[in-house]
């Protein structure tokens, strides 16, 4: 460390040094060079419940969303934004944190959330309407647990954006113009304060929105979301998902859905990539599926009928179907851990000295569909 720090630029150490003087109660100063911590650093992450979401969003084993920073999960209806917010809860509580939800579709209902793994009497539920109260609250949140706990972990999950009104719409008369464009003013004026407020506390935004139309757009990116541009520019993460198709039993009842997430933007890792997942409605993601569906795309698994032979590291084979992969790899610590290490190898993009260009494949594929 000693090294690194007498290898910094002389006149950018006394730059350094007079401009963490100025500002006496915080520092505004720093060198990236690994020496000391900044505020770039980020230690801890916070689990979708999907492995593969985890890995595409922050590049590194054991990922997921970033603490200290702003995700926003978009879709259309019927998606999973609501089921995808409720597991980082839930995986929040599993941490020792406080879970915080904000509903303002009031559509919450407590089974759901409990089927998913979220202890309700330990959860903060809070109904609100207008994007104004959404962001008083959430800024008094953060200032009581910066009083109170400042080393808790919390999670705050706003549900939705596109569903909350603003003071100016609730009072508006609709045959006049000037009340559409308050929601994006107030959200921008909020995202500058907030933004700034979490970045040095373990606390994690996460906001829904749902995806509109805009109409006429024949080239690009014919998606937009609620609430203006502020969000998607404050946010460092934004997650699109989309419902890939239906998942039935043999009685044709709908059990889940199949689930596509697009990173359409990331600050953390590479964007633009992608994560396929099966969920369901009374257990959530079914992550260890799409362990399965990556083996079987790499040839790392041997097929013969319906039954499959995984061998481990100690080179013996195990023999199961595809019901039984859930329970064989949940039951064995040693071969879950060996199966997520071959799965972190084949999915976390290496960078070759800068960039590894050479390792990204480059497709027409469009951002949505």
């Given at each position: ?28 100063a720093y060198f990236l060079d690994g020496a000391d911590e900044t505020p770039t650093d980020l230690t801890e992450w916070i689990s979708t419940g999907s492995s593969m979401l985890d890995l595409s969003i922050s590049n590194r084993k054991n990922g ?173 993460t934004r997650i699109r998902l989309k419902n890939m198709g239906q998942i039935k039993d043999t009685g044709k009842n709908v059990l889940g859905m199949k689930c596509r997430a697009q990173i359409v933007k990331n600050r953390l890792g590479p964007p ?98």
């Amino acid at each position: 460390m000693a090294s690194k720090r007498e290898d910094r630029d002389k006149l950018a150490g006394i730059l350094a040094d007079s401009l963490n003087k100025k500002f006496k109660d915080f520092k505004v100063a720093y060198f990236l060079d690994g020496a000391d911590e900044t505020p770039t650093d980020l230690t801890e992450w916070i689990s979708t419940g999907s492995s593969m979401l985890d890995l595409s969003i922050s590049n590194r084993k054991n990922g997921g969303i970033p603490v200290g920073r702003i995700t926003e999960i978009t879709g259309m209806e019927a998606s999973g934004k609501s089921l995808v917010s409720a597991q980082i809860l839930a995986n929040t509580q599993k941490m020792g944190g406080l879970g915080v939800f904000i509903d303002t579709e009031n559509a919450c209902n407590e089974e759901f959330l409990q089927a998913l793994g979220i202890d309700t009497k330990q959860l903060l539920y809070i109904q609100l309407e207008t994007v104004e109260d959404i962001f008083e609250v959430m800024e008094n949140i953060i200032t009581k647990v910066r009083e109170s706990d400042k080393d808790r972990l919390v999670t705050i999950v706003v549900d939705s954006v596109a569903a909350a009104t603003t003071r100016v719409e609730q009072e508006a008369d609709y045959s006049k113009d000037g009340w559409a464009t308050s929601k994006a003013i107030v959200i921008s004026k909020a995202m500058r304060k907030i933004t700034q407020m979490i970045g040095r506390q373990r606390i994690a935004l996460v906001f829904t929105n749902q995806l509109r139309q805009k109409l006429g757009v024949m080239f690009g990116d014919p998606w937009t979301t609620s609430g203006g541009k502020a969000l998607p520019f404050h946010a460092s993460t934004r997650i699109r998902l989309k419902n890939m198709g239906q998942i039935k039993d043999t009685g044709k009842n709908v059990l889940g859905m199949k689930c596509r997430a697009q990173i359409v933007k990331n600050r953390l890792g590479p964007p633009l990539r992608h994560a396929d997942y099966d969920m369901y409605f009374d257990r959530g993601i079914d992550n260890y599926g799409a362990w399965l569906t990556v083996l079987k795309e790499h040839k790392l698994v041997k097929s013969g009928g319906a039954w499959y032979t995984l061998t481990d590291m100690n080179g013996k084979d195990h023999k199961f179907l595809s019901k039984d992969w859930e329970d064989l790899i949940s039951g064995n610590d040693e071969l879950r851990e060996y199966v997520y290490q071959i799965i972190c190898d084949k999915v976390i993009l290496k960078y070759r000295e800068k960039l590894g260009i050479d390792d990204v494949e480059f497709t027409d594929e469009v951002i949505g569909d």
